[in-house]
């Protein structure tokens, strides 16, 4: 463990992520989110914590649709993030990406996709950048165990192989992309065979455990850093649906029962608490903090007047660039108001 | 209102072609991210992998381009796949199949072979789904020979233009709407083939072109229009390649005037094509250029009013056709 990151560190960003996860969930129930793709990273604590903390200021990263958590371990804002999920101005893109979209460039974020793999390949050009530029920094691109199975991550490990960039692919197995189990998606579940075949290095952590994360997350950012990139799958479980109003109909109680037993916030909590570490008191403040954090930012979500209207042909250009003409203000030209020609 | 026929929604109906199509010909496969187990994103396929069984149905996994290219091979080796692309964006990932690969097939061999093929999917604005998932990219597809391209835009529709598609030699792109799949009518037993426009409402004053999910925001605007004394002949186009103008000529000649209206954006847009042949078509008869109000030309924000604000509404219909009409709103 670093100097810096201590295990308490880790969990308190956990429990914070999980206190996000459950007040933006309720925000959905209460019909305060912009529309329902609202997908959780519950369970999946421990792979963007671990991961999270172990990036140094100036890496950047791309993270999927399931990106809540990375984004807060790399310090995004809460009342920001909640913001934007709500539709609202105030949101980190200005209420125009959403859950699935939310992006800060101010702490390396190169944007969350949509798009299964969409986020893959900009790390390797962000990599490229740092490069050229001398920067030092790595990238990492965050995508689920679905993306496993698209072309694109390929072409990206073969390009971020061949030219020795400092990237890291970081797979966050939940075992599941939407019903379809990750053996049922891939006759090949060893994912590091697929990193060696193209000349990277390829690990697997348990990512129910937190610190275990952060040490081999540690490990290969300083390798990458050298010019040697690496793909980490990060093996944890789905505790929910695929999104929000999704019940798993498709998985066994007893699955799900399994699965959340590899629960990251309680291990380490336990943990801690075994190490005399941590005391209840001291878990329970950190869980009212991060719950009053979360009611916080949900608050200033809802409080946050909605987006202006007249503000929607903006910033699909540049600022200093005309934004493209109105549908109304091209028929004001075509077709002045009463003013027929006939 | 929903009346006592009103008892299939367009998602049922979709379903139900697919179900006749499975069991008229045992050369139709169904392929798709969850297209089976989940019984699809918006619940068409679902039931048909415990009927059809799992050779029939097939759920794989994330690979859009490797899906569709499989299909095409599919197709070319004798079945009839009909591919479940979950969102039209998606297409972006299997571009090269669908216009360098299936497209081209038939003409590029000369002939010998074809591409029977039926890629169906869904677009458009009203789940908030953001700018990835909310696209109305038909004018891809128009754009390229050898395509087919549907578009319905009532339940019956849906139903027999997507019988229709698997009954087609060459590759059909079916889109559908994602704010369409709960609307309830009565099923009917026939509909026009592909190629054939329906006049859905009649009138004198203008005429109004459209299709897809546009369609009933067209009716409504009408009505809202009856009521100032503005009649609209409102015409649904179903099929955009084939393309059937002439009932759109032939009303243009009545009223003069052709309000155009679609999902997409309006640069480069189905709805200048439409406008184009209009004007070359009718063209001593019409009172104005063909107005065109179609899709604000932005990626689509997820925030609800700024969606919304991104389409064509009925009271943004209602207004241009006013407007058209050289009166006051
Ligand atoms: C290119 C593309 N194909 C399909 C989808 C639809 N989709 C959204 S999430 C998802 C499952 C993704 O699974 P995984 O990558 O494991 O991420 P998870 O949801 O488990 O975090 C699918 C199929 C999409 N958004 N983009
Ligand atoms: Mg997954």
Redesign the interface.
């Known amino acids: 463990m670093s100097r810096v990151t201590s295990p308490l560190d880790l969990l308190r960003v956990m429990v914070r992520i999980r206190a996000f996860e459950e007040a933006v969930g309720e925000l959905f129930v209460r019909g305060g989110t912009a529309g329902t793709m609202l997908h959780l990273s519950i369970g999946e604590e421990g792979a963007a914590a671990g991961f999270g903390l172990a990036m140094r200021p100036g890496d950047t990263f791309t993270t999927h649709h399931r990106g809540h958590g990375v984004f807060l371990a790399r310090g995004g804002d809460p009342r920001r993030m909640m913001a934007e999920i709500a539709g609202k101005a105030a949101g980190s893109c200005r209420g125009r990406g959403g859950s699935m979209h939310i992006a800060d460039v101010t702490l390396g974020h190169l944007g969350a996709n949509a798009i299964v793999g969409g986020g893959i390949p900009h790390v390797v050009g962000a990599a490229l950048a740092a490069r050229h530029l001398g920067s030092g920094n790595v990238s990492v691109a965050f995508f689920g165990d679905g993306a496993m199975q698209q072309g694109v991550l390929y072409e990206s490990m073969n390009l971020a192989a061949l030219w020795r960039l400092p990237v890291v692919f970081a797979c966050v197995n939940n075992q599941y992309g939407m019903g379809t189990r990750i053996d049922r998606a891939a006759a090949s579940l060893d994912f590091d065979a697929r990193a060696r075949a193209f000349g990277l290095r390829g690990v697997t952590v348990d990512a129910s455990d937190a610190t275990a994360v952060f040490e081999t997350a540690t490990q290969v950012l300083a390798d990458a850093r050298e010019g040697r990139p690496a793909l980490v799958t990060l093996d944890c479980f789905r505790f929910y649906g695929h999104a929000r109003k999704d019940r798993s109909p498709y998985r066994t109680e007893e699955e799900e029962r399994e699965g959340r037993s590899r629960d990251p916030v309680a291990r380490l909590a336990d943990r801690l608490r075994g190490e005399d570490v941590l005391d209840d008191d001291t878990l329970t403040a950190m869980r009212d903090d991060a719950r009053r954090e979360m009611d916080d930012a949900v608050a200033f979500a809802l409080a946050a007047p909605p987006p202006d209207l007249a503000a929607l042909h903006e910033d699909v250009y540049a600022p200093d660039r005309p934004a493209p003409p109105s549908v109304d203000a091209y028929h004001a030209l075509v077709y002045p108001e009463g003013e027929a020609r006939a | 209102m929903t009346t006592a026929v009103d008892t299939t929604t367009y998602r049922d109906a979709l379903r139900e072609a697919l179900r006749e199509g499975l069991r008229r010909d045992p050369h139709v496969v169904i392929l798709g ?2 297209v089976g ?2 019984g699809g ?1 918006y619940g068409v396929t679902s039931g048909l992998l415990d009927e059809f069984g799992e050779d029939r149905v097939l ?1 794989t ?6 899906i569709v290219g499989a299909a095409v091979g599919a197709a070319l080796a004798g079945l009839r796949p009909v591919v479940e692309l979950m969102y039209v ?2 297409a ?2 299997a571009m090269d199949q669908i216009v360098n690969q299936a497209a081209k097939a038939r003409s590029m061999f000369g002939g010998q072979t074809g591409v029977p093929l039926v890629l169906r999917t869904q677009g458009g604005t009203g ?7 909310s696209q109305s990219l038909e004018a891809w597809f128009l754009h390229t020979p050898g395509l087919r391209l549907y578009v319905p835009a009532t339940v019956t529709d849906a139903h027999h233009l997507l019988l229709a598609a698997l009954r087609e030699p060459d590759p059909v792109v079916f889109v559908e709407h994602k704010a369409l799949y709960t609307t309830r009518s009565d099923l009917g037993a026939h509909a026009p083939p592909p190629g054939v426009s329906v006049r859905r409402r009649e009138g004198r004053d203008v005429t109004v072109v459209t299709y897809s999910r546009m369609l009933h925001r067209c009716l409504d605007a009408a009505q809202a229009l009856a009521a100032r004394g503005v009649e609209a002949d409102v015409i649904d186009l179903r099929t955009l390649c084939p393309l059937d103008l002439e009932p759109v000529v032939a009303s243009a000649r009545r009223t ?1 005037r052709v309000l155009i209206v679609t999902e997409d954006t ?2 480069g847009g189905v709805s200048a094509e439409l406008a184009a042949r209009v004007t070359e078509l009718a063209f001593d008869w019409l ?3 063909p ?9 689509i ?6 969606e919304e ?2 389409v064509p509404t009925p009271l943004r219909i209602e207004r ?1 056709a006013l ?6 709103a």
């Open positions: 991210e969850e187990r989940y994103a759920d996994p994330i690979s859009e381009a490797g964006d998606f972006a990932l789940r908030s789904a953001g700018a990835q998932h003069g309006l640069t009172e104005e250029p107005m065109r109000l179609a899709g604000e030309d932005v990626p924000p997820v925030a609800p009013a700024l604000a991104s241009a407007r058209l009409l050289g009166r006051r």
